[in-house]
């Protein structure tokens, strides 16, 4: 029979080949389009979603001498040569020393400074006059104010200022005043100043400057001017800052790739390309950490994709071999006579390699447009907007052209294969050579050494595919064990159908072939939704940890916690967010500073997975000491009586206020003399006033020998209990400087007795607390602090806040503290904390941070109208995770193989269905002869096709629970919080249910041509 003739006759299973070869091949190029232009578009749509001040690069130059030109021209030049593939658009920013402006009408010193701005009109407004140019030779150089420093300054166009420089300073004597004359008046805009030495704010009452910033004046400016007359001045420049904000999103990805590699030695370029001067050099470069953490994002799904796409090839090798086995079955009368007559195995091969060709090449051109479509189908919707890129990548026809080659091979070769003589045994080729027990030792191997890669881990690659082909491989030592059982028990009884039945399973080889194929393939299908959704509540967990709680939101000041609350909904916590140094450990063997999160535990704010517990329960110890009973403040006056006979003294009083929210704000009161007469002091501010600090000053007439007796009471509005009245906690000396001190009896006050000389340039402070403040502030160190500190429940700590030392006590250890992902932290109750650094006599205590638990549904836009943008919401965060641009890799490829799998299930079911076809017609036709009723032959054949499915079925389901439980935390690319494997059990069902019944189903029709079947014809040809 000739090839094309015999292809005709077989034209249904040639069918069903071609089915698995689309399958598996689509699979195939799916993965690798995925890998590249759809890696290519993630990473593009990402830095086009990126923040602007996350795709800016900048050199800062300090220390620049008397001719800085050159020093800026090379580091310009280094910038521009890192990011060459793209034109960036540049700015140039340069920045004076501090300078005196003539003295205000109170006749106080004030200060202002020039900045030359090459791209001014894209960051500032212009209000009035006209925009700075470059000055006539020997005239005042023209200059722009932000309106808010000409309004401190008292300044309108037209007026002309000298600049001199400042005394103090390391280079005064070698600058020269400059003469400005203002041309107009500017309106910076939002977000666009970051050079700025106030970022945009044109003045503020205290500027610290000097060596050490020990020095505040009031200051305004800047002073716009032209660059490049600023630059030309040479001393009294205090910086210049090069910003370049490539159009990354817009580059090729070869373009990207590149950038990606020149930025990780800009730092040593630009140092090295102004080494021959005086001037000092530091990068800031957001753009290389947005590329690097894009990088590892998409290292994740790579992974993933790159172990799905192994896993599909691994099922069509199976598939097809599956297949070309029963192709070959349909063949062994043809094989046998050809090889009779001398045919070598070889040369068979070769005969048949045309019918291969043609099937895998048929099945190459379906295949790789269908993949084509469906990725960009698939990620037009994820990633709109990007590029799509070629049509047809290099790297997706080689990949296909290898896999077609090797598909032709296995395909010729197993439809060509020589009969096994012999009885079957049930047991597959693998379990007799033992070589799933070697499956199994590797797989053990790949599972424990999982972890630890920084990238695409090949290891994780091939780990999945390991995993479940040796749960297949043991798997299926397990039927052929139980139908021999089973025949023996059908043995001794008197039914003809279970015996058929179970006769039949003890005889089939159920340890490979079809069997094998679909458990294998179940086994995928299941992996790959059991991945999907560890990979799924790992993102959110991850968005937990982030955040800390549902809604966070930076503070700005002078928005009190009630406008939190009113915007946000829900409650409220403020939060103290400070890097603090811990024992004698400043930083851990990363780097990274040990970061205190401060917290109402009692608000329920806090979010994440804890082992064993909640917060809640976690929490429950970090509130100390008794309740704070402060007293009710709703503006009006405070009254202030103190005497300190025979002295100057003064005392100014800051009020410790808490809102309805908890946050501490602080307010100053002026200056109170001690000389007995009672003060009413105006108070600017509502809150529970929860501590007074007093500072007491000498005057300066008083005799430094002198011991004064100092009684000072405060009258506040309400009812006042009897408060405590303290020394600074750690303060040296204090006892002795002030002694005898006693709090007033019911009420808010103090007396003792003051050694005048004795007292700081500072003077002495005295703090006033409803109650006594705890000795320690209970806390919970992160599991990576406790271990680098050795430390444990119970141990007792220092904590540097800033200046001040705060005694702690170690409470509990947890995995990780909200906000700070797998760096060293530290969470407190932020009540205590503040109760605790004020006994200390820091007032620093107001909030970083807020936090919302059950925020309401527009709380971002609420926020952001009140003055507080860039609010973060967990559920946001893990929509981001989830769907954003970066993690379409890994749900795609899974995707991909869970389609691919349940397909090439559903065949095996169909090659085993045609199995029975082909083997069954004389059996049925001795059935029916022997007056068996066609009833009991369809229940037989049912059985036997449909016990074979559901056993192969539920194998594959186990062995892909085992698969996601094995590999699935560690796909999920989420060290911390460490990922736990989740378990759809509603889709797995629907899934073994599914597949088990479609599976028996294909047999439906098989069996009906069967028992149609001419019986005396078939024992004719039988019986021949």
Do not use: K, Y
């Not at 000055?135 to 000298?162: I, K, N, R």
């Not at 600074?728 to 006050?749: H, K, M, N, T, Y």
């Amino acid at each position: 029979m000739s090839a094309g003739a015999r292809s005709r006759v077989q034209l249904r299973l040639l069918g069903v080949v071609l089915v698995v070869l689309v399958a598996g091949l689509t699979v195939l190029a799916g993965c690798v389009l995925l890998l590249t232009t759809g890696a290519d578009r993630a990473r593009q749509a990402a830095l086009g979603q990126a923040a602007v001040d996350d795709t800016t690069v900048q050199v800062v130059l300090t220390d620049l001498g008397d001719d800085p030109g050159p020093a800026v021209e090379a580091a310009g030049g280094a910038l521009t040569a890192a990011l060459a593939p793209v034109a960036p658009g540049t700015s140039t920013w340069l920045t004076s020393t501090v300078r005196d402006v003539p003295p205000g009408a109170d006749g106080g010193r004030r200060l202002g400074w020039l900045a030359g701005i090459d791209d001014l009109t894209a960051r500032a407004d212009l209000v009035a006059g006209t925009w700075p140019g470059v000055p006539e030779p020997g005239a005042p150089w023209p200059a722009a104010l932000p309106v808010a420093a000409a309004d401190a300054l008292g300044l309108a166009p037209g007026d002309t200022v000298v600049l001199d420089p400042t005394t103090g300073l390391a280079d005064a004597a070698a600058t020269a005043p400059v003469t400005v004359q203002l041309v107009g008046l500017v309106q910076p805009r939002a977000g666009a100043w970051a050079q700025d030495r106030l970022a945009g704010a044109g003045a503020v009452p205290d500027l610290e400057f000097g060596v050490f910033g020990g020095t505040r004046l009031p200051a305004a400016g800047p002073f716009l001017v032209d660059p490049a007359t600023l630059l030309a001045a040479g001393p009294g420049l205090e910086q210049v800052a090069l910003v370049a904000a490539p159009d990354v999103a817009a580059a090729s990805p070869a373009a990207v790739d590149r950038i990606t590699d020149e930025l990780g030695t800009l730092t040593r370029d630009v140092r090295a390309a102004v080494s021959g001067g005086p001037a000092t050099s530091r990068v800031v470069n957001p753009l290389a950490a947005t590329l690097a953490a894009a990088d590892a994002r998409l290292a994740t799904g790579r992974t993933a994709v790159l172990a799905a796409g192994l896993l599909a090839v691994l099922l069509t090798v199976v598939a097809l071999g599956t297949a070309a086995r029963v192709l070959g079955d349909r063949r062994l009368a043809e094989t046998a006579l050809l090889r009779a007559r001398g045919a070598t195995g070889p040369q068979l091969a070769r005969r048949a390699l045309p019918e291969a060709a043609l099937l895998v090449g048929s099945a190459a051109v379906l295949a790789v447009p269908l993949a084509v479509v469906a990725t960009r189908a698939a990620l037009a919707d994820r990633l709109p907007g990007s590029d799509p890129g070629p049509l047809l990548p290099a790297g997706l026809l080689g990949a296909v052209a290898a896999g077609v080659v090797v598909l032709v091979a296995l395909l010729a070769v197993g439809a060509t294969r020589a009969a096994t003589p012999g009885r079957t045994t049930g047991r597959g080729a693998v379990a007799r050579s033992g070589a799933d027990l070697l499956l199994v030792g590797l797989a053990v191997v790949a599972v424990l050494s999982l972890g630890g890669t920084v990238g695409t881990d090949p290891l994780l690659v091939v780990a999945p595919a390991l995993v479940l082909l040796a749960g297949c491989a043991l798997s299926l030592r397990l039927p052929p064990r139980l139908a021999h059982l089973a025949d023996r028990r059908a043995a001794r009884g008197r039914a003809l159908a279970p015996v058929l039945v179970a006769g039949d399973l003890a005889r089939r080889s159920l340890a490979g072939g079809a069997t094998a194929l679909l458990v294998l393939a179940t086994a995928a299908a299941v992996a790959a939704g059991g991945i999907g959704a560890t990979w799924s509540v790992s993102q959110a967990d991850q968005a937990d940890l982030r955040v800390g709680a549902d809604l966070a939101v930076p503070a700005v000041g002078g928005i009190p916690g009630p406008v939190v609350a009113a915007a946000g909904g829900g409650a409220v916590s403020p939060v103290v967010a400070r890097p603090v140094a811990l024992g004698s450990l400043l930083r851990d063997e990363d780097g990274d500073a040990t970061r205190l999160v401060a917290v109402d535990t009692t608000a329920g704010v806090l979010r994440g997975r804890l082992p064993g517990t909640d917060w809640a329960g976690a929490t429950a110890g970090l509130p100390a000491g008794d309740p704070e009973q402060g007293v009710p403040l709703s503006g009006g006056s405070v009254v202030v009586t103190g005497t300190a006979a025979g002295t100057g003294l003064t005392a100014v009083l800051t009020l410790v206020l808490a809102d309805p929210t908890g946050a501490r704000t602080t307010t100053a009161l002026p200056a109170v003399p001690l000389d007995g007469l009672p003060r009413s002091v105006v108070v600017d501010g509502d809150g529970t006033v929860v501590a007074v600090a007093v500072d007491l000053a000498p005057g300066p007439d008083d005799d430094p020998d002198r011991v004064a007796r100092v009684d000072l009471a405060v009258t506040l509005p309400g009812s006042v209990p009897g408060w405590v009245a303290t020394l600074p906690r750690g303060q040296q000396g204090a006892d002795q400087l002030l002694s005898g001190l006693e709090a007033v009896d019911g009420g808010i006050g103090f007396r003792g007795r003051l050694v005048l000389g004795a007292l700081p340039p500072t003077g002495q402070r005295v703090l006033l607390t409803p109650s006594r403040a705890p000795d320690a502030v209970p806390v919970l160190l992160s599991a990576g602090l406790a271990d680098d500190l050795g430390a444990d429940v119970g141990d007792d700590l220092s904590m540097a806040v800033g200046d001040t030392g705060v005694p702690v006590e170690v409470a509990g250890v947890v995995p990780d503290v909200p906000s700070v992902p797998g760096g060293p932290a530290v969470l407190a109750d932020a009540a205590t904390l503040a109760r605790v650094l004020v006994a200390a006599g820091d007032l620093d205590v107001a909030p970083q941070a807020w936090w919302v638990a059950a925020p309401d549904p527009g709380a971002v836009g609420a926020l952001a109208a009140a003055g507080l943008p860039d609010a973060v919401t967990r559920a946001g965060l893990t929509a981001d995770l989830r769907g954003g641009p970066l993690a379409v890799g890994l749900p795609l490829g899974l995707a991909l193989l869970g389609a691919g799998a349940v397909l090439l299930a559903v065949t095996g079911s169909v090659l085993q269905a045609g199995a029975v076809r082909s083997g069954r017609r004389a059996e049925v036709a001795r059935l029916l002869g022997l007056g068996v009723p066609r009833a009991t032959v369809r229940a037989v054949l049912l059985l036997q096709h449909g016990i074979g499915t559901v056993v192969g079925v539920l194998l594959g389901a186990v062995v892909g629970v085992v698969g996601t439980v094995l590999v699935g935390p560690a796909l999920t690319g989420s060290p911390v919080p460490s990922a736990e494997a989740q378990f759809p059990w509603s889709s797995w069902t629907a899934l073994v249910v599914g597949l088990a019944v479609l599976g028996t189903a294909v047999v439906l029709p098989v069996v009906r041509g069967l028992l149609r079947v001419d019986v005396a014809g078939a024992l004719r040809e039988g019986g021949s």
